[in-house]
Every structure is written in C-alpha cells, then in structure tokens.
C-alpha cells in the first residue's frame, strides 16, 4: 500500500507563492501500477474539497478557484507530487493534503470526493495573510 508524506506548507502574504510536495513510498506509475492522484485542502468546518489531479492516464484537472494560479506535476520517477501555488490570496488559507488512489477512473478533480481516496498524506499548512 502507497504511503504519502506531504510537506511545504507555510506563511506567506497575499500574492506570494509556496510549493507543496507529497514524497510516495512507491511510484505511483509503473510496474501495472497506476494511481489518480490528487490535491485537497480543507477549510475550518468545511468539508475536504478537490484543488488539482492527475488522473491515472496523466490528465490534468483544476478547479475553477485556482485554475492560472496553481500548478500540479509529477517528477519523472512518479514518486513526488507538486503543488505549485503562485499568486496565493487569504481565501486560500486552509490545511492542504495530497491523495491517491489506484481504482479512480475517467474523474476530474470537480468530480473526485474525498471518499474516492484511500490512501491520504498527513497534510501540511498553508496561511495567507493580507
């Protein structure tokens, strides 16, 4: 089982930028192995919601609030995940975990529900000031 380890969270003020990475304790391609995997965060009260994915055949999907702002990429040995956060607003503030999963199909991040996951980092922080 795929473990995650999410990490490059922090306090920056509006505007600024940040990258996440969430290190997996296997590829999460190769070997007939492939996992969707995915960016949540989560604000105080509210439910996990969906910020970027990649699917499991490498399509890419944001939602509309960070679309032109955030970036999600994979390193070529498919066993880190970035989040790349530019131009970050206070409305962003919120705690941010990474997520996979090797049973996802024809999903976009829109449509992917945390339930959807089963394998989950431990999150990291991120606050934006004004």
């Known amino acids: 089982l795929v473990q995650l380890v999410d990490s490059g969270g922090g306090s920056v003020q509006s505007g600024g930028s940040l990258v996440l990475s969430c290190v997996a304790s296997?590829?999460?391609?190769?070997?007939?192995?492939?996992?969707?995997v995915a960016w949540f965060r989560q604000f105080p009260g509210k439910e996990r919601e969906g910020v970027a994915a990649?699917?499991?055949?490498?399509?890419?999907s944001y939602a509309d609030s960070v679309k032109g702002r955030f970036t999600i990429s994979q390193d070529n040995a498919k066993t880190t995940l970035y989040l790349q956060m530019n131009s970050l607003r206070p409305e962003d503030t919120g705690m941010y975990y990474c997520?996979?999963?090797?049973?996802?199909?024809?999903?976009?991040?829109?449509?992917?529900?945390?339930?959807?996951?089963?394998?989950w980092g431990q999150g990291t922080q991120v606050t934006v000031s004004s």
């Open positions: 997520a996979a999963d090797s049973a996802l199909i024809g999903y976009t991040i829109t449509e992917m529900r945390p339930s959807m996951f089963a394998h």
């Open positions: 296997e590829p999460t391609h190769g070997s007939g192995r492939r996992y969707a």
């Open positions: 990649i699917d499991r055949d490498g399509n890419v």
